[in-house]
């Protein structure tokens, strides 16, 4: 170790005086980074003073430069100044699903929305139809139907119809066969059988034929009614059939409390009114088509 400091004092005796400031202000600077360097904690630098160390006993240039970079690099472990991300989540507007009460509730129940309500039906109602006398004494049956699918449009024939009717010489059996005859010419099959199994009809069953009368007759569509007994015409006319009969209902009046009967068994008696009061009693133990 003393020899080699003693060569390195030989070595700086015999250079000259301009060598030796440089080479003093080269010492000056490193020792004055190598103490800022050693300030810092910065841990990759802790080795800054031995690098500089060594750079001035070898008077190794490189090692200076290594040195200078690793002086004036910024330390890896500074946190970065960078704006927070635009991806971040913002305090945008709030969704337009919260929307108005009313909106809510229409996409809670949409038929409160789209519902419409139906128009009411007409106060008094007549549907054209084309009338025919039943062709003989067991065709009530075939021809009250014939003369209901007429106010419809629908053409068809007594023998036809008889035939879907299962129409013999003791007549058609019940309403239940003249609505099927019915459906089966009618799109959509919107005929129904209601029975009024009693000696006479409840007023709820009246109410039930007013009802069924008018929403048949708003909707082109004529009634068939099954009836046995006697009634009497709004006009005064006797009506008596205690075998039973089938009759087509093609109108109203009065809200469906007075009802127009097609009756095929008199050509020159074919239209009468009664009261839906007394066509309902007058089915009473049958039923009809609606």
Request: aromatic share 6%.
């Amino acid at each position: 170790m003393k020899h080699t400091l003693k060569r390195q004092l030989r070595k700086l005796a015999t250079e000259r005086p301009y060598q030796l400031l440089a080479t003093s202000a080269a010492a000056l600077v490193l020792a004055t980074g190598a103490g800022a360097l050693v300030a810092r904690t910065d841990d990759n630098l802790v080795d800054a003073p031995t690098a500089a160390a060594v750079a001035e006993l070898r008077d190794d240039s490189a090692a200076s430069r290594s040195l200078a970079r690793v002086a004036t690099a910024p330390s890896s472990a500074a946190p970065s100044s960078a704006a927070p991300s635009s991806a971040a989540p913002s305090s945008a507007a709030p969704s337009s699903a919260a929307a108005s009460p009313s909106a809510r509730a229409a996409t809670a129940d949409p038929d409160v929305a789209s519902k419409k309500a139906a128009p009411k039906p007409p106060a008094e109602k007549v549907l054209s139809y084309d009338y025919q006398a039943q062709i003989n004494g067991y065709y009530c049956g075939p021809a009250a139907v014939r003369n209901a699918l007429s106010a419809a449009g629908i053409e068809r024939g007594q023998e036809t119809l008889a035939a879907q009717l299962g129409t013999t010489f003791a007549g058609t059996n019940s309403a239940y066969d003249t609505t099927r005859a019915l459906n089966a010419a009618v799109k959509g099959e919107p005929y129904k059988t209601t029975m009024i199994p009693g000696g006479s009809a409840t007023p709820a069953q009246m109410d039930q034929l007013q009802a069924d009368v008018v929403a048949a007759i708003s909707d082109g569509r004529g009634v068939v009614v099954n009836v046995a007994g006697s009634v009497v015409d709004t006009a005064g006319g006797w009506h008596s059939f205690p075998g039973g009969h089938y009759v087509a209902v093609v109108g109203y009046e009065d809200e469906g409390r007075m009802v127009k009967i097609a009756d095929s068994a008199d050509a020159s008696y074919y239209s009468y009114w009664l009261s839906t009061i007394d066509l309902a009693n007058w089915a009473a133990t049958r039923g009809y088509s609606s």
